[in-house]
């Protein structure tokens, strides 16, 4: 079992930033792969950005194309914890960001994914 919980979320103005952080605990403490994803009201659960364990000391990172250039998704394995730093928000990124990780899927589709955060809400305002 991953627990997984997050935070850094808030409201902020369109424009602003924000670090959004989501610790990892339990068995094994450091998943394959972490990843974002966010959920707006009345939408579908969106991807965002997942980083990878390559086997070695390597992880690879990707990014949905709309969140290519203002989110950067990162991983501290030391302290079990993936971020996201997010620039230039927008009123249209307010949405609940939610952490997931698996043990060995690594790809875009929420369905596939074992664990889950709680979430942390987002607003921009405009």
């Known amino acids: 079992q991953v627990q997984l919980v997050e935070s850094g979320g808030g409201l902020v103005q369109a424009g602003d930033s924000l670090r959004l952080s989501c610790v990892a605990s339990g068995r094994p403490n450091s998943p394959y792969t972490m990843s974002w994803f966010r959920q707006a009201p009345g939408r579908e659960r969106e991807f965002v950005a997942a980083?990878?364990?390559?086997?070695?000391?390597?992880?690879?990172?990707h990014y949905a194309d709309s969140m290519k250039g203002r989110f950067t998704i990162s991983r501290d394995n030391a302290k079990n914890t993936v971020y996201l730093q997010m620039n230039s928000l927008k009123p249209e990124d307010t949405a609940v960001y939610y952490c997931?990780?698996?043990?060995?899927?690594?790809?875009?589709?929420?369905?596939?994914?074992?664990?889950w955060g709680q979430g942390t809400q987002v607003t921009v305002s405009s």
């Open positions: 980083t990878t364990w390559s086997g070695t000391n390597i992880y690879y990172r």
């Open positions: 997931a990780a698996d043990l060995s899927y690594s790809g875009n589709q929420a369905s596939q994914y074992d664990y």
